[in-house]
């Protein structure tokens, strides 16, 4: 068996985070989406690969995953994240946006850093055009 945090490991594991949000959406049998779950989250808990772990967190939080859905949330009051704020805006899934508040809160500060790109991902989440 590959070790766990070889090349290749780490390149597959990349490719189930990548591929999980098309896998949310087909019709998986119950064994199959509980294994896919775990995987992810073994992946959202492991520290090699800071931002395929917060990728990994955004895929569990757009199948519903509460934990992950405050996760991100936790991560938009953050000055330091692992991946850019724009995606970690991506991954509220439509049904359970973050708090208006906190919106708020990280519209202020990329305005402050001249982070105009989120600014924008920020405004169109606040006004529920995020698919723009």
């Known amino acids: 068996m590959a070790e766990e945090n070889s090349p290749a490991a780490m ?7 990548k591929l999980a949000p098309l896998a949310h959406l087909s019709n ?20 090699a690969d800071a931002s395929l772990a917060a ?3 955004i895929a569990l939080a757009l199948s519903g995953d509460a934990s992950s859905i405050a996760k ?17 805006l991506s991954g509220f899934p439509a049904s359970n946006p973050p708090p ?9 500060t990329a ?16 006004t529920g055009d995020a698919d723009s």
């Open 111 to 126: 305005v402050d850093q001249n982070d105009e790109e989120t600014a924008i991902a920020t405004l169109r989440v606040l």
């Open 28 to 47: 998986l049998d119950s064994e199959t989406t509980l294994r896919l779950h775990k995987a992810l989250s073994a992946i959202a808990l492991s520290e």
């Open 72 to 88: 991100l949330a936790t991560w938009i009051g953050v000055p330091k994240t692992p991946i850019p704020k724009t995606e970690i």
């Open 11 to 17: 390149a597959a594991k990349g490719d189930l985070v």
């Open 55 to 57: 990728r990994a967190t």
């Open 100 to 108: 208006p508040a906190l919106l708020r809160k990280a519209l202020e």
